[in-house]
C-alpha cells in the first residue's frame, strides 16, 4: 500500500483542559506518515489562549505538530480553513477538541479510500458517543455510496466531523468551510463534499465523541437562524431536486426545527413551520416514533423520510 501523507487539523477554543487528550490521540496512531495542525482561535488577550499555548508547548519538539494561532477569534469554520489552506496531505480529517480517535482509524481509512477510485471522495467509520449521564449512545448509521440527499436533508449522522477523512481534491474543490456557519458547519460542509462524491463506511467503532463537555446554552432564536441560514444556503442545490425530493428534504428539515420549537414551548412557530412545509400528519407521526425509538435504543442514527 501507498503511505500518502494525511493532514490532521484540530481546531481549538476555550478547551485547553482538552486539547493534549485529541492531539495525543492522533499521535498514538499507527499511521505514521501524519502532519497535525492545531489552530488555536482563542483572542489573544483571554486566559484560554495562555491556557492553550501552555498545553501546546509539550509539543514544541515535535516537528509533526505545527500550532498556529489566530489574531482574534474567528469561528471554528475560519480555523478548519487556516488548516486546509496550508496542508499537504493527499487526505486531511479534521478532529474537534474533545474528541479523541482509535489507534488505527487514520490506517484503517487510507486503507479504504486506496482501495477506491476517485468517485469515493471520503470514509468514516462506526462511533460512541459519552453523554452527559455516563452512559454511551452508538452509532447505527452504515450507509455508503451516494448519500447526498441524506446530507441535504441534515441527516446523515456521523457523530462529528471528526469522523471523515476526505481527499484533499474534494475540499480544494469546494472551497473549504462556509465561515458564516457558527453551528452546523460540519453539516454544511459534508452535504457540498457529498454533491459529487460517494462515501465509503468502515464498520469499527474508530471514535470517541465528549458530548457532556459539548453542552452550551442556545436560545431558540439561534437554532432557528442556523437552520432557516442553512436552507437559504442550500435553495438552489434543492431547487434542482424532483418535486418529490424537494418535498421530502424540506420536510425533513422542518420536522427537526419543530421540535427544537416544541423544546423550547415556541408553540405557535411549530404549527407554522409543518404548514409552512406542507408536512403530513404520517410524516410528524414517523418522525415522533423516530424520537421515541432513539430514547429507548440509545442509537444515533439520523431520519429519513423514503
Not at 509539543?59 to 486546509?84: E, P, Q
Not at 448519500?147 to 481527499?167: D, E, H, K, P, Q
Not at 420536522?255 to 409543518?274: G, H, T
Amino acid at each position: 500500500m501507498n503511505n500518502p501523507l494525511v493532514s490532521v487539523i484540530i481546531p481549538t477554543y476555550k478547551r485547553p483542559d482538552m486539547i493534549f487528550r485529541a492531539v495525543n490521540s492522533v499521535l498514538k496512531q499507527t499511521y505514521d506518515n501524519i502532519e497535525i495542525f492545531v489552530v488555536d482561535d482563542n483572542n489573544p488577550k483571554f486566559p484560554e489562549r495562555e491556557a492553550t499555548e501552555e498545553v501546546m508547548s509539550q509539543f514544541k519538539n515535535n516537528h509533526n505538530v505545527i500550532y498556529l494561532k489566530h489574531d482574534k477569534n474567528r469561528n471554528g469554520s475560519a480555523a478548519r480553513n487556516t488548516g486546509w489552506r496550508i496542508s499537504s496531505g493527499k487526505y486531511i480529517t479534521f478532529l474537534d477538541d474533545d474528541d479523541e480517535i482509535s489507534p488505527n482509524k487514520i490506517q484503517k481509512q487510507v486503507e479504504c479510500l486506496e482501495s477506491l477510485d476517485d468517485s469515493w471522495g471520503a470514509c468514516y467509520t462506526a462511533y460512541h458517543t459519552l453523554m452527559k449521564d455516563g452512559s454511551i449512545q452508538r452509532s447505527t448509521t452504515n450507509q455508503s455510496g451516494d448519500i447526498y440527499l441524506r446530507a441535504l436533508m441534515r441527516t446523515f449522522y456521523v457523530g462529528s466531523g471528526s469522523n471523515i477523512l476526505l481527499r484533499k481534491k474534494v475540499i480544494d474543490e469546494i472551497g473549504g468551510y462556509d465561515e458564516s456557519f457558527k453551528r452546523n458547519q460540519d453539516i454544511e460542509f459534508m452535504t457540498r463534499a457529498f454533491e459529487n462524491y460517494k462515501v465509503a463506511y468502515i464498520n469499527e467503532d474508530l471514535l470517541t465523541i465528549h458530548w457532556e463537555v459539548r453542552t452550551i446554552k442556545r436560545t431558540y432564536e439561534f437554532v432557528e437562524d442556523v437552520a432557516t441560514h442553512y436552507i437559504y444556503k442550500m435553495k438552489e442545490r434543492i431547487n434542482q431536486l424532483t418535486p418529490y425530493d424537494q418535498h421530502r428534504v424540506l420536510a425533513v428539515i422542518a420536522l427537526d426545527r419543530a421540535r427544537v420549537a416544541l423544546k423550547f414551548k415556541e408553540y405557535k412557530d411549530l404549527f407554522r413551520i409543518l404548514k409552512e412545509n406542507k408536512v403530513t400528519f404520517g410524516e410528524c407521526c414517523k418522525y415522533v416514533c423516530y424520537l421515541v425509538k432513539r430514547v429507548c435504543t440509545k442509537k444515533s442514527y439520523g431520519f429519513y423520510l423514503d
